[in-house]
């Protein structure tokens, strides 16, 4: 247990830049109060602020906080963990001192988590606060997006370890960064946009095959039903476009309705459904399941190779 605590450490340190840290913050908060100022100032007199802030928090969270952009990051970071070691020679002298190898691949994934829970948690609070001293939103509104906050905070727990996992997999097996940076990068855009080529073919493939998109909408909307967030219909079908997780409902397509300046009360509005009514603990299950047997992959393909 020493051994990984000491490791991790390490690990986490050597994320710590403060340039390169400052400048990952700033690009995501800065595009997130863009999206909130333009989002904001727009709804209609007659909309739940409060339920569409919530479901505005998630919607950014989901797509660019803990989107593309914290993805890419992620990956291209944990790409170099293992695969730098070998290219340095340095997995040589850590290795042959009293570290196992487990003790060593673990110290690795734990050091990442922590630095990309923490570099979240921070973003998407940092944002949160932002959005409601700009706006000068009263306390209730305040606390309906905290909550939604965190919501998206253990979210991106999930969504955290499943890259990092991916991220070692390729790096123990692939030496080049430019050949895993390309298959890091199909994998993220197929997560995104693949759903939207197959539900073209086949409207109905996720009743069947609920792929890692739909697992991962669905795991967010479950952890923001759980908290008892109320989320706008608009916003709920703006985060199924990729995910796929609700029916495409006629009456919230944008050329029936105008979201922003609807003047409808919000009564009116109902619910998309669901594609498939996946249990939140099924679904929560399924993701940590596919984690764990992509971890132990790469471990056992680690634990197999030969230093010289």
């Known amino acids: 247990m020493r051994n990984i605590i000491l490791i991790s450490k390490k690990e986490f340190s050597r994320h710590l830049g403060i340039m390169k840290n400052i400048i990952y913050l700033s ?85 990442l988590f922590i630095y990309g829970i923490l570099l979240n948690m921070t973003t998407i609070l940092f944002v949160t606060s932002l959005v409601c001293i700009i706006f000068r939103l009263p306390n209730s509104i305040t606390i309906s997006a905290y909550y939604a906050s965190f919501s998206f905070i253990i979210y991106s727990g999930i969504l955290c370890a499943f890259i990092i996992v991916f991220g070692l997999i390729l790096s123990t097996i692939i030496k080049s960064s430019r050949i895993s940076m390309t298959i890091l990068f199909v994998l993220i855009l197929s997560l995104l946009f693949l759903p939207l080529f197959l539900k073209e073919m086949s409207p109905e493939y996720q009743k069947k095959f609920p792929d890692p998109a739909f ?69 929560v299950i399924i993701m940590l399941i596919l984690v764990l047997f992509i971890f132990i992959t790469s471990f056992l393909i680690f634990k197999r190779k030969e230093f010289y």
Request: avoid cysteine; charged fraction near 10%; glycine fraction near 8%.
């Open 27 to 111: 690009l995501m908060v800065v595009v997130a109060i863009l999206i909130f100022y333009f989002s904001l100032s727009s709804v209609s007199e007659y909309q739940d602020v409060n339920t569409y802030l919530s479901g505005l928090i998630v919607i950014v969270g989901f797509y660019w906080i803990a989107g593309t952009p914290y993805l890419i990051y992620m990956g291209t970071l944990t790409i170099g963990t293992i695969s730098n070691e070998f290219k340095k020679g340095t997995i040589l002298l850590i290795l042959t001192r009293p570290i196992k190898r487990i003790e060593f691949f673990l110290g690795k994934f734990l050091g």
């Open 215 to 283: 697992l991962f909408g669905s795991t967010n909307i479950g952890i923001s039903e759980i908290l008892g967030l109320k989320i706008h219909p608009s916003v709920i079908t703006g985060l199924s476009q990729f995910s796929g997780i609700y029916k495409n409902n006629p009456s919230y397509n944008s050329q029936h309705f105008n979201y922003q300046n609807i003047i409808y009360p919000e009564y009116i509005l109902k619910k998309p459904l669901k594609i498939l009514n996946i249990p939140f603990y099924i679904s």
